[in-house]
């Protein structure tokens, strides 16, 4: 099920994922006391993602034919997801992305949504390693695709890493401790903590998928066991 978002044909993921995207509103009269509870203070902004997610959770939920329940947040600020259902949160200014699955051989999904070339110069630095760095200074880019989109995707794409590698080390990362490799042909990434204690996959397959539209830049990443099906 797919609400405002199609996967790209490239995007090897199980089916048993579900998207939605919608735009930004304000949604607090669906939520519940406990969920409620963790925006109560919060700035207009703040209050219009919380409650966004959880109207897109909601229709997600509604057309598996699943009873809603509450997805509040803990002290580290992550969702707190009623299992077997979990999945991840991502925003711009005017958007929410939601990736949901029910599906157990699917441990973890990670999934980021930024605006086209936020990604001045004076930021690459910042974000990539130097063994990245070396990589884009010898590639050859696409012609159709500038320095500010590749930069953006690596920003995603390390963004969605980290949310995907959480529940498994409850870790914050920088951008100096993931590497990245990535394909603009077949939209395709791959990550590996290069600081610290390598991630314990645990016989898990990660992957990594991007997407550039004409406005934003969607990437994702997945733990998985033995799949299915995928699109």
């Not at 203070?41 to 329940?69: L, V």
């Not at 990670?110 to 910042?126: A, K, S, T, V």
């Not at 498994?168 to 990535?182: A, C, M, N, P």
């Not at 603009?184 to 550039?212: D, R, V």
Request: glycine share 6%.
């Amino acid at each position: 099920m797919t609400n405002g978002f199609n996967t790209p044909h490239n995007w090897s993921i199980p089916d048993s994922i579900s998207f939605s995207l919608l735009g930004m509103g304000d949604h607090t009269h669906l939520l519940n006391p406990a969920e409620l509870a963790c925006i109560c203070s919060a700035a207009p902004k703040r209050r219009r993602e919380f409650s966004t997610a959880r109207y897109a959770i909601r229709q997600i939920m509604d057309n598996w034919g699943i009873p809603a329940h509450p997805v509040p947040t803990g002290q580290d600020g992550q969702p707190i997801w009623t299992k077997p259902v979990h999945g991840s949160i991502s925003h711009t200014r005017d958007l929410c992305w939601v990736a949901l699955t029910h599906d157990p051989h699917i441990r973890s999904i990670g999934i980021d949504i930024e605006r086209r070339e936020r990604m001045h110069p004076g930021l690459w630095d910042r974000i990539t390693t130097p063994a990245e760095q070396s990589r884009l200074r010898s590639g050859q880019l696409p012609s159709n695709i500038s320095s500010d989109d590749v930069h953006s995707i690596i920003f995603s794409a390390k963004e969605a890493f980290f949310k995907c590698q959480y529940p498994l080390t409850s870790r914050w990362l920088g951008f100096k401790d993931v590497e990245l490799s990535i394909s603009i042909e077949s939209n395709s990434a791959a990550a590996s903590i290069i600081n610290g204690q390598p991630l314990p996959t645990g016989g898990l397959t990660l992957s990594g998928h991007f997407m550039i539209t004409e406005q934003h830049i969607f990437s994702i990443f997945l733990l998985c066991s033995a799949m299915k099906s995928s699109r």
